[in-house]
């Protein structure tokens, strides 16, 4: 039979010999119409014609449906890059609050204890170390040069206008604690100096001066009030802002909650352990060391007390806050397997973040504890929880945890240590920077709130069922 347009014996050929693919059906009909005008052309014509159309074809073909592992690489990295370089870092202005409300509270406590009354310059008094040292951690982060902030989701302004939130460093925390404690029954000899009361509503008092205080209530600043106590006197004139607190266990539902504030790590008290996972080292199965005695929820503690205190394998110890303490602590902790971790006062204690950098799995027995980072870190893997109606009865502690596993154990101590950073403050990318990266997060509800607030009609007393802490109403 007659080839029709007389087409080249050698492309027929060809045909023959391999199969064509079929083309792609957005190609074929406008693809078929060209060939078939070209092939009543000469040859070369031809065959330059079919050359830049296969070349064509096949360019498509690569650009669409095999890109080159360099392009996947490359084009992988520069998502990544380009997608920290355009998420713009939350801006934090950094109020200049007078001394009183910062340095002045660290000299009233140097005070109090002996120290020096004639301070040339405030700002080179040491921060006293306690169990809630997150306000001059943050502090003093913002008072670093920002070349130093590595890895901060925030990035401090000079100019409040271009701000988007505003942080109080008033150390509320510290305040609580200026003046000694003493013991009951005893009268002081004299008035104390400082009135941590008075500060609260001096504070309070300079904030609702300021512009941008009052331009949006509050609801854009953050304040540090990690102590349960700390701010009690004034909760109700600062409830709008983001509290940075370590439970709420002191708080009403409508002054905090989950939805407006941050969970904080306690500031452990013991010295962060350093080795290797292991069980063979840890002879102990479980350890305390604390005050026996607590009120609220803190009473199981004297329970728990009574049922373990004559068990195997297992050290717990009355101990009150004291260098010596921290140092036995610090012993226990490090060579045991399990670590217990009671209520106090309100749900959560220092002694939880102690047993995690010990690399020693938690007990936790505190029904209504709140943890931090719980969106980072699915606590889980890393601790042990116990419904406190379980642990009060006799042998059914003990039964749960001689029950685990050495391989299981191991396995908690390896999530533990991965963890362990988050509850560093020291660590530069730690603590401090998981903090502000929560805080950075409250900014969309913090703008709905303000734009909320600013149309109403009718103002709500309370903050609003968005703020309500439902964690409280299920329980």
Not at 48 to 58: A, H, R
Not at 300 to 312: A, G, H, N, S
Request: charged residues 25%.
């Amino acid at each position: 039979m007659p080839l029709p347009f007389n087409t080249p014996t050698m492309i027929i050929d060809e045909a023959k010999a391999k199969p064509r693919k079929p083309k792609p059906a957005f190609l074929s009909s406008n693809s078929h119409a060209l060939l078939h005008a070209t092939m009543r052309k000469p040859f070369l014509k031809q065959t330059l014609f079919i050359f830049s159309l296969l070349l064509t074809l096949y360019a498509l073909f690569n650009a669409f449906f095999n890109p080159t592992l360099d392009t996947a690489t490359t084009s992988s990295s520069s998502v990544i890059l380009s997608t920290a370089d355009k998420t713009p870092s939350v801006k934090v202005f950094l109020y200049d609050l007078p001394s009183r409300f910062t340095y002045g509270i660290i000299h009233h406590h140097s005070l109090a204890r002996g120290g020096s009354r004639d301070v040339d310059d405030l700002s080179s008094l040491k921060y006293p170390g306690h169990q809630h040292m997150s306000e001059w951690y943050l502090f003093r982060d913002l008072t670093r040069p920002e070349s130093k902030r590595v890895g901060s989701p925030i990035a401090r302004v000079s100019d409040p206008d271009e701000a988007d939130l505003f942080f109080v460093p008033f150390f509320s925390s510290l305040s609580l604690i200026v003046n000694p404690v003493r013991p009951p029954g005893t009268v002081p000899e004299k008035p104390p100096l400082y009135s941590d009361e008075e500060n609260q509503e001096a504070l309070v008092e300079w904030l609702e001066g300021q512009e941008y205080w009052r331009r949006n209530n509050g609801r854009d600043h953050v304040i540090v009030a990690s102590d349960p106590n700390a701010l009690y006197k004034v909760i109700d004139r600062v409830k709008n802002s983001v509290l940075l607190v370590s439970d709420f266990g002191r708080l009403r539902p409508d002054q905090g909650s989950l939805v407006k504030d941050v969970i904080v790590p306690y500031s452990h008290r013991i010295r962060t352990y350093d080795g290797d996972v292991s069980v063979d080292k840890r002879r102990t199965l479980l350890f305390f060391m604390g005050n026996r005695y607590r009120k609220e929820g803190g009473k199981i503690r004297d329970t728990l007390f009574q049922i373990l205190e004559k068990e195997e394998d297992v050290v717990i110890k009355h101990g009150a806050q004291s260098r010596e303490s921290r140092r036995a602590a610090s012993q226990g902790m490090h060579t045991s397997k399990f670590c217990l971790h009671p209520a106090g006062d309100t749900p959560s204690a220092c002694r939880l973040f102690d047993a995690i950098v010990s690399l020693c799995v938690p007990v936790i027995v505190s029904d209504s504890i709140e943890l931090p980072f719980e969106d980072t870190i699915d606590y889980r893997k890393i601790a042990v929880f116990v419904e406190t109606a379980s642990a009060i009865n006799p042998g059914y502690l003990v039964s749960k945890l001689r029950a685990v596993t050495p391989d299981r154990i191991l396995e908690y101590q390896k999530e533990l240590k991965e963890v362990k950073r988050y509850f560093e403050y020291e660590e530069q990318d730690g603590t401090v920077n998981e903090i502000w990266r929560q805080v950075s997060k409250k900014l969309p509800l913090i703008k709905l709130m303000i734009n909320r607030d600013k149309r109403l009609v009718r103002k709500e007393p309370d903050c609003s069922c968005l703020c309500v802490n439902q964690t409280t109403a299920l329980r």
